[in-house]
C-alpha cells in the first residue's frame, strides 16, 4: 500500500526566503506525481505534474523534482512571498489504480 | 465555467437524513473520484469509478454510495447523515492515457455540515 508522507508539516519565513518542501512515498512504482496549493477552505490548484519518466518541472518561481529510486520529490520555491502562504500537497498516481494523498505542509511568508 | 462542477457548494443537513452531492464534468475524462477531508487528516478516497461501468471502493466507503449516471456524471451519496460526516468533499477526474498526462483536476469543493 502506498503511503505518502510530508515534511515539515508547517512552515514559517520570511518574505524573499528560498525554501523546499518535501514528499516521500513509499512504492517507487509510480505513474505521476502532482503538487497543489490549497488556501483555508477552498479547492486544490495544481502547481506542477511530474510524469515518472521525468526528473523536474518548473513553473515560474515553481521548482519540482522527482528521484523515483529514493521515493522522494521536492517543490522549491524561489524568492517566496507572502501570497504563497498555503498548504501544499502533493499526490503520487499510481499504475492502473488511483492518487494517495500526502498530509501536506502549511506554509506562512511573513510580510 | 469550470472543468469540474460540484453541487451544493455548501450544505447543513441533520442527522439521519439522506443527502446527494453532485459532479459534472466536462473535461471528457473517464476517471472520476470522490475525496474527504478532514483537518488534519489531509484527502481520503471514497470511492472511484473509471468508466461508467466501474465503481470501486476507496478506503472509506462505509455509509456512502455513488452512482456514475454518465461518463461526465459521478454523485456521491450519505443514505443517512451522521455528525463525523460533516467534512470537506471534493470531486476529482482525471485521464491517465498515453495522449494524457494523468493530471488530476478537481472541483471547488462541496462543505457538509451535519447537525
Known amino acids: 500500500k502506498q503511503e505518502v508522507t510530508q515534511i515539515p508539516a508547517a512552515l514559517s519565513v520570511p518574505e524573499g526566503e528560498n525554501l523546499v518542501l518535501n514528499c516521500s512515498f513509499t512504492?517507487?512504482?509510480?505513474?505521476?506525481l502532482q503538487w497543489f496549493r490549497q488556501d483555508p477552505g477552498k479547492g486544490l490548484t495544481s502547481l506542477l505534474l511530474i510524469q515518472s519518466s521525468q526528473r523536474e518541472q518548473t513553473s515560474g518561481r515553481l521548482n519540482a523534482s522527482l528521484d523515483k529510486s529514493s521515493g522522494r520529490s521536492t517543490l522549491y520555491i524561489a524568492a517566496s512571498q507572502p501570497g504563497d502562504s498555503a498548504t501544499y500537497l502533493c499526490?503520487?498516481?499510481?499504475?492502473?489504480?488511483?492518487?494517495?494523498f500526502g498530509p501536506g505542509t502549511r506554509l506562512s511568508v511573513l510580510p | 465555467d469550470a472543468d469540474v462542477t460540484q453541487t451544493p457548494r455548501n450544505r447543513i443537513t441533520k442527522t439521519g437524513k439522506r443527502i446527494m452531492l453532485e459532479c459534472s464534468q466536462t473535461?471528457?475524462?473517464?476517471?472520476m473520484y470522490w475525496y474527504r477531508q478532514d483537518p488534519g487528516l489531509g484527502l481520503r478516497l471514497i470511492y472511484y469509478s473509471f468508466d461508467v461501468k466501474d465503481i470501486n471502493k476507496g478506503e472509506i466507503s462505509d455509509g456512502y454510495s455513488v452512482s456514475r449516471q454518465a461518463q461526465a456524471k459521478f454523485s456521491l451519496s450519505l443514505e443517512s447523515a451522521i455528525p463525523n460526516q460533516t467534512a470537506l468533499y471534493f470531486c476529482?477526474?482525471?485521464?491517465?492515457?498515453?495522449?494524457?498526462?494523468?493530471?488530476?483536476?478537481f472541483g471547488e469543493g462541496s462543505r457538509l455540515t451535519v447537525l
Open positions: 499526490a503520487v498516481g499510481n499504475y492502473g489504480q488511483n492518487f494517495v
Open positions: 473535461k471528457g475524462h473517464d476517471r
Open positions: 476529482a477526474t482525471s485521464d491517465p492515457t498515453p495522449s494524457n498526462t494523468g493530471e488530476l483536476f
Open positions: 512504492d517507487s512504482a509510480i505513474y505521476n
